[in-house]
Each structure stands twice: as C-alpha cells, then as structure tokens.
T-cell receptor, first 112, second 114 residues
C-alpha cells in the first residue's frame, strides 16, 4: 500500500546550522508533496509544497527538493533557529484519490 | 487565514458511550478530513468528505462514522467508544478535491476513553 517514510525519527542540530530532513515515498501516482510543521500542543501547519513537475522550490529559509527517480523528498532549513524545534511531517498527495498520506514525522531539536 | 476549530481540546468519556467530535472551518473549503495521531504511527486518515452529505472511508474507518450536513461542519462519531480509541484527533480542511492545496488543521482534541 501507500506509505511515506522519514529516514530519521529525530534530528538534533546547533543553532545557526542548516538542517536537512529526509522523506521517502512509495506511490508513483503521487503528484503533490507537502511539508508540515507541528509544534507542541498544536495541529500541523503548512510550510512549503512542491508539485511533481518541479524538482526544487524555495521559500523563506526553507527549500524542498523532489527526486522522483528515487521517490525522495527533502526539507532544508537554513540557519536553524530555536523556534524551528518541532515535529516535521512530509505528505504525499494523489489528486485522483483526493487524499494525502503522511509520514511518521521527524522531531527536530535545535540546541542553543 | 483559514481557521479550523475543534470544539474541545480535551475530552474524557467512558467505554461504550457515543462520542461526538465537532469541527468547523470558516473558509468555504469543500474538503474536510478526520485523522487520529498516535506516537510512532503518524497521522492516520479515518474519514474524509468532498461535499455536503458526502463521505469517504480513509485508512482506519472501523468504529467511526462521520456526518457532514453543512459545508463548514464535519463531525466524527464514535458509535461505542473503546479504550483503543484513546488518541489525539485532528480535523483538517482543504480547498477542493482537484486542487493541489495544503490542508489546514485544527489544534486537535485529545480524547481519553476510560
């Protein structure tokens, strides 16, 4: 069945360093990919997305890379700050099915 | 900004009770979703809806039902609550079925079944 997996359940980085969070997906029919951030006590919040016809998209301090050949997605956070500490989820979306499948999440801890 | 509001942050119920979780969104979104979130299992889709009075089973619908009588409101129903339904429940909405838009989430209802 469909599954979205993150390579590491936890990641610890020093404040100011760059962070890279990885995600593998399995459904070739997925055509839209999203990264969410979930802070303690809150629901997931949208960070950045990318459509399957692209391989890179940049936002403010965040970049998403998509490699469809190996079904891999990554989120890069530049100059990581303490406020970036949270659980990060990738999600793959199949427009025909109309639903997203979420990975298990990576907990990012930023050390001051 | 889209606001998705879940009626309760914390709820404690007893085994066998019928439980209603309510969710309202204010941006005229067509799609609404119910997930449960458990440690180590991520977000799992229970039910979703593309329109009023429409519903689709997600990955784990057993023991649950839903109701969408109005576009802005999507209710999750536990017909006869059991202890293995203790979990965090998250509601989400998105614009429409064929648009590639992210989901907007509420802050969750932490449900305990005793």
């Amino acid at each position: 069945g469909e599954s979205v997996g993150l390579h590491l359940p936890t990641l610890s980085v020093q404040e100011g360093d760059n962070s890279i969070i990885n995600c593998a997906y399995s459904n070739s029919a997925s055509d839209y990919f999203i990264w969410y951030k979930q802070e303690s006590g809150k629901g997931p919040q949208f960070i950045i997305d990318i459509r399957s016809n692209m391989d890179k998209r940049q936002g403010q301090r965040v970049t998403v890379l998509l490699n469809k050949t190996v079904k891999h997605l990554s989120l890069q956070i530049a100059a990581t700050q303490p406020g970036d500490s949270a659980v990060y989820f990738c999600a793959e979306h199949n427009t025909n099915a109309g639903k997203s499948t979420f990975g298990d999440g990576t907990t990012l801890t930023v050390k001051p | 900004d889209v606001k998705v509001t879940q009626s309760s942050r914390y709820l404690v119920k007893r085994t066998g009770e019928k439980v209603f979780l309510e969710c309202v969104q204010d941006m005229d979104h067509e799609n609404m979703f119910w997930y449960r979130q458990d440690p180590g299992l991520g977000l799992r889709l229970i039910y979703f809806s593309y329109d009023v009075k429409m519903k689709e089973k997600g990955d784990i619908p057993e023991g649950y039902s839903v109701s969408r009588e109005k576009k802005e409101r999507f209710s999750l129903i536990l017909e006869s609550a059991s202890t293995n339904q203790t979990s965090m429940y998250l509601c989400a909405s998105s614009l429409s079925r064929n648009s590639n838009q992210p989901q907007h989430f509420g802050d969750g209802t932490r449900l305990s079944i005793l």
